[in-house]
Structures are given as C-alpha cells and as structure tokens.
C-alpha cells in the first residue's frame, strides 16, 4: 500500500510546491511509482511539468467537487514513473461548494484509497492556507512534510500549523504523523540560516531531515520550462539535494531504493 505524504504549511513562500516536483520526481527516479496531486489553487506544481491546466480532461476540482475518479484524472509527466493529478483555478472555489457534502473533511480521503495500492508514495501539494482542501489533505495523508524557509520568519507560524495537525490527529486522522521538517533555501554562509537549522534540531531533533534543500538558481528556473531539476540541471546542487532527500525519506521508510 502506498504512503500518502501532505507538503503543507500556511505560510507562502517556503519552497513548498519547489519541494513538491522535485520530490516527486526525484522519487520517481529512485524506481518508485509515484502521484502527484496539486491540490493549490495556482496550479504551480501542474505548469512546473509543463502540462497547461486547460489541456487537461478533468482536474482536481472534478474529483472533489463533481464526483470524479482520480484514476481517471491523473495523466503522464515528462518522468517515467511519475503521475500528476493537476490543478486549476477553479479549485478556489471548491471549499464553498465543498460545505455542503456529507464527511466534507475526508472527500478526498474516498478519492485516494482506491489508488494507494497503485504508487508507492502518493504526495499532496497543498496551498498556502489551512483551509477546507489542505484539511482534506491532512485527513487524508499519513504523514507530513513540512518546508521551513531559512530566514528569520521561519518558525512564525509553525505553532499554528502544529496544532492544526493535533486537531486533526484527534478529530479526523488519529494515523497522522510528521514526516519531517525540510529545511529549504539554506545558504551555508548565513549565520542566520545556521542558527535556525539548530534551532529547528533543538525543538524537533530527529523530526528534521537530514538533508537541507540549498538557495540555487537551477530550482527557480526548472519551473519555467515545464521541467523538475532533476532534468533541468541533474548536476546542479538543488539536484542533488532533492535526490538525497528521497533516498532518505526511501530508507525512512524502509523501501528498497
């Protein structure tokens, strides 16, 4: 059965969606079958493979919102192995029309059950908010991955997303775990970026990740040309950085790499 992980965290601009495609296809690269799901509204993690949402036969949105299968949503990407079940704008919509349908928290929970059996790891971009669709990732997922930009910021508003996932731990998802804190943007230079990879050890030990995702200018550009880095630049350092972060989530789970 495979592993459903949310990259949640309500505050934007922390490498979440970056973390996201070039996870996936990192993983993907490993030999594990791997989908994607843009579960943001700005559908950054379905242009960052170069598919067009208005291209696609259904999206997200259908699922929850109309009924559709996510089987039947999901389409190839440019990684052998890799499946993307992409996103539109309309998704911004969907926590209105979601408020009325019965067990409205585990709409998406239905959707992904079928498919578990199908992938290896099953990963959920979530939009920056802690909103009705990133409840519905977290009600669904096993885990969660949570990006932490290196800058002075970083842990404003993490409290908030922590107790979030308790509420929902208790509430809706008693198997929810933390996969880990990514740290994202580090540059090794910066005492700053120092100190707050020892602060995040400090509070969360071995909830931090090994690995820390570098400030590259290869994971900024991959993006706009439909490419994950891996790809784009697979000698870069933003590259070799998310293959290490897979390898160590592989053997976090005791997968076979």
């Keep these: ?36 799901i843009d579960a943001d509204p700005q559908a950054n993690a379905t242009s960052g493979y170069g598919i067009d949402p208005r291209t696609m036969r259904s999206s997200i949105y259908e699922c929850l919102v109309d009924g559709y299968s996510l089987g039947d949503s999901t389409v190839e ?38 498919l578990r059996g199908s992938y290896d790891f099953i990963l959920i971009d979530c939009s920056p908010s802690l909103g009705l669709i990133t409840v519905n990732a977290l ?11 290196a800058e002075y910021f970083a842990l404003e508003g993490i409290s908030k997303l922590l107790n979030t996932i308790r509420i929902i731990k208790n509430k809706l998802n008693r198997g929810l775990e933390i996969e880990g804190f990514l740290l994202t943007m580090y540059d090794a230079r910066l005492r700053l970026a120092n100190q707050i990879y020892e602060e995040l050890k ?15 200018i290869k994971l900024s550009e991959a993006p706009s040309h439909g490419l994950p880095v891996v790809l784009y630049d697979p000698e870069s350092r933003g590259s070799t950085a998310h293959v290490m972060l897979a390898k160590e989530i592989i053997t976090k789970n005791k997968l076979k790499g």
């Design 1 to 36: 059965m495979g592993k459903v992980i949310a990259i949640a965290n309500q505050k934007g601009g922390v490498g979440k969606t970056t973390t996201a495609i070039n996870l996936a296809a990192s993983l993907a690269r490993e030999g594990k079958k791997i989908l994607l």
């Design 202 to 216: 400090g509070h969360f030990s071995s909830m931090v990740f090994d690995t820390v995702i570098p400030r590259n």
């Design 77 to 114: 990407t440019c990684i052998e192995g890799l499946d993307l079940a992409g996103s539109r704008i309309d998704l911004a919509g969907a926590e209105i029309e979601l408020i009325g349908k019965p067990e409205r928290e585990k709409v998406l929970k239905k959707l992904i059950e079928p």
């Design 139 to 149: 009600t669904a997922a096993d885990s969660v991955i949570i990006p932490v930009q």
